[in-house]
């Protein structure tokens, strides 16, 4: 990434971040955001660990240990990007999720990766278990991001509806994965959700929370 792009990374994702001379009340800051230790080297993280751009992944800084999580990621920019779990062995120099055997990700080309395999095509007509036809809705600059992962099978949602594609062979201790590039902008969203998660789901917990 040149110096030009780094700036230009920079100044989209400060972008609606406000500076004023008054004191504003802060809010208090959650635990659980994307963590610095395990980001790729052309990564740039703000907005208190919630925004992510730049080029490569980064994933968040506790794992999915509760029986039913929840997150959502918000597609402030578009460009390049995955959403999804991965493990902390994961190349996280990678621009791209699912091309590694620790990452499973929902990615920008519409496709739902895992181990550079292609294991769905989101936003083509198919024909879901109960033998209907359906259209699922292709993730644009704008849209939310739901994910939902109880162990058992990990769940993708666009605006809150549920994409009939989940993946079932996930492993390992997985953390939320983000990875972007050519100008993509996400922001991660950990509580406050916009959609409600699915029954029984809820936002990530630290361990210690879970005693």
């Given at each position: 990434?040149?110096?030009?792009?780094?700036?230009?990374?920079?100044?989209?994702?400060?972008?609606?971040?406000?500076?004023?001379?008054?004191?504003?009340?802060?809010?208090?800051?959650?635990?659980?955001?994307?963590d610095?230790a395990?980001?790729?080297?052309?990564?740039v993280?703000?907005?208190?660990?919630?925004?992510?751009?730049?080029?490569g992944?980064?994933?968040?800084?506790a794992?999915?240990?509760?029986?039913?999580s929840?997150?959502?990621v918000?597609?402030?920019?578009?460009?390049?990007w995955?959403?999804?779990?991965?493990?902390?062995?994961?190349?996280?120099?990678?621009?791209?999720g699912?091309?590694?055997?620790?990452?499973?990700?929902?990615?920008?080309?519409?496709?739902?990766?895992?181990?550079?395999?292609?294991?769905?095509?989101?936003?083509?007509t198919?024909?879901?278990?109960?033998?209907?036809?359906?259209?699922?809705?292709?993730?644009?600059?704008?849209?939310?991001?739901?994910?939902?992962?109880d162990?058992?099978?990990?769940?993708?949602?666009?605006?809150?509806?549920?994409?009939e594609?989940?993946?079932?062979?996930?492993?390992?201790?997985?953390?939320?994965?983000l990875?972007?590039?050519?100008?993509?902008i996400?922001?991660?969203?950990?509580?406050?959700?916009?959609?409600?998660?699915?029954?029984?789901?809820?936002?990530?917990?630290?361990?210690?929370?879970?005693?």
């Open positions: 990434m040149t110096s030009v792009s780094v700036f230009c990374c920079l100044k989209g994702c400060l972008n609606g971040i406000g500076f004023t001379s008054s004191v504003p009340h802060i809010p208090r800051e959650n635990p659980i955001q994307l610095t395990f980001m790729g080297y052309e990564v993280i703000v907005k208190g660990g919630q925004r992510v751009c730049g080029a992944a980064a994933l968040g800084n794992p999915l240990v509760q029986s039913k929840y997150f959502e918000k597609i402030q920019q578009g460009g390049s995955s959403i999804g779990l991965a493990t902390r062995q994961t190349d996280l120099s990678l621009t791209q699912g091309m590694d055997e620790f990452s499973w990700a929902l990615c920008s080309d519409h496709i739902i990766r895992h181990n550079k395999q292609d294991l769905y095509r989101i936003g083509t198919a024909l879901i278990p109960n033998g209907n036809a359906v259209t699922h809705q292709v993730p644009q600059e704008g849209d939310i991001i739901g994910v939902s992962y162990h058992i099978q990990l769940k993708f949602y666009v605006n809150g509806v549920e994409l594609f989940p993946i079932t062979n996930v492993k390992g201790t997985v953390y939320p994965a990875y972007v590039d050519d100008g993509a996400l922001d991660i969203i950990f509580e406050n959700f916009n959609h409600s998660p699915p029954a029984g789901f809820e936002k990530i917990m630290l361990e210690q929370s879970l005693l």
